[in-house]
Antibody
């Protein structure tokens, strides 16, 4: 069974840092682009970043460029999101998701909640 | 980056109705368009990709069409379990970016 399990969320102060992890199982992790998508409470979906199979290419939404870093460890079947200089408005559930050929997300984790608050 | 605009933002229809949701991209994205269904408290579920290809396991009452900038999601006969928020998602390669529409909340009359 294809499974994605996020961890690492929690409460962080504005300006603080947090590292999210996503453990993949049930498929060949190293064969897929992977993404992080977030959803603020009561709001819509927002793509955050993605990474190529071998980690050689990464892309970000403009609002997080320079503050967030996506990475992966194919030996550990794991995806990461290092977040720094966090802002109040970045309180959200953060999902990791598997990408397919038309950049669609066919598999999602359950999400991990990040709360930015003083 | 591309902008994806959905309409309407909310919709109320009766069981058995034909329902249409539209999505417009700010620039041409060929057929790099997907549709998702999200029920309250649940993870988004992929319905349609490549604008018109039904994801495995999705009921055939769901269909998608369009290319370039204008896209449509149609539910041929609305069922009670279709109550959800629907999102379109587009991809443009220059620069590489993925964008979601703002969502359409679908309710039963």
């Amino acid at each position: 069974e294809v499974q994605l399990v996020e961890s690492g969320g929690g409460l962080v102060q504005p300006g603080g840092s947090l590292r999210l992890s996503c453990a993949a199982s049930g498929f060949t992790f190293s064969s897929y682009w992977m993404s992080w998508v977030r959803q603020a409470p009561g709001k819509g979906l927002e793509w955050v970043a993605n990474i190529k199979q071998d980690g050689s290419e990464t892309y970000y939404v403009d609002s997080v460029k320079g503050r967030f870093t996506i990475s992966r460890d194919n030996a550990k079947n794991s995806l990461y999101l290092q977040m720094s200089s966090l802002r109040l408005e970045e309180t959200a559930v953060y999902y990791c998701a598997r990408e397919r050929g038309y950049r669609q997300f066919d598999c999602w984790g359950q999400g991990t909640l990040v709360t930015v608050s003083s | 980056d591309i902008q994806m605009t959905q309409s309407p933002s909310s919709l109320s229809a009766s069981v058995g109705d034909r329902v249409t949701i539209t999505c417009r991209a700010s620039q041409g994205i060929s057929n790099y368009l997907a549709w998702y269904q999200q029920k309250p408290g649940k993870v988004p579920k992929l319905l349609i990709y490549a604008a018109s290809t039904l994801q495995s396991g999705v009921p055939s009452r769901f269909s998608g069409s369009g290319s370039g900038t204008d896209f449509t999601l149609t539910i041929s006969s609305l069922q009670p379990e279709d109550v959800a928020t629907y999102y379109c998602q587009g991809y443009n390669s220059a620069p590489p970016a993925i964008t979601f529409g703002q969502g359409t909340r679908l309710e039963i009359k």
